[in-house]
C-alpha cells in the first residue's frame, strides 16, 4: 500500500472529499490536495499534515522490538 492509497482509505474511512481535506489541513484550496495526490511521490511533512487533519497518527514501529521501544509517533 502507497501513502496515496493510505490517504484515500483514510480519507473514504472519515468522508472527506478532498474540499474537507484542504480545508481541514488549512490548504488554501481542494487543488493542492489534487496535486499532491496526482504527483509521483508525496513529501513526508504533507502525508503527515494530511493525516492529521484527518485526526490520524504516524507510528513508525520497530519490527523487529516485541515491546513498545523504539516506538514513535510523527507529527504535531
Same mark, same amino acid.
Given at each position: ?18 474540499? /474537507? ?7 488554501? $484550496?481542494? #487543488?493542492?490536495? %489534487? &496535486?499532491? *495526490? ?15 487533519? /484527518? ?7 520497530? $519490527?523487529? #522490538?516485541?515491546? %513498545? &521501544?523504539? *516506538? ?5
Amino acid at each position: 500500500m502507497t501513502e496515496k492509497d493510505i490517504l484515500l482509505e483514510a480519507m473514504k474511512v472519515r468522508g472527506f472529499t478532498q474540499k /474537507m481535506l484542504a480545508e481541514s489541513a488549512g490548504l488554501a $484550496r481542494q #487543488s493542492n490536495v %489534487s &496535486e499532491m *495526490l496526482r504527483s509521483k511521490s508525496l513529501r513526508v511533512d504533507n502525508f503527515v499534515k494530511l493525516l492529521n487533519a /484527518m485526526g490520524f497518527d504516524l507510528i513508525v514501529k520497530d $519490527r523487529n #522490538s516485541r515491546n %513498545s &521501544e523504539n *516506538l514513535w509517533k510523527v507529527g504535531d
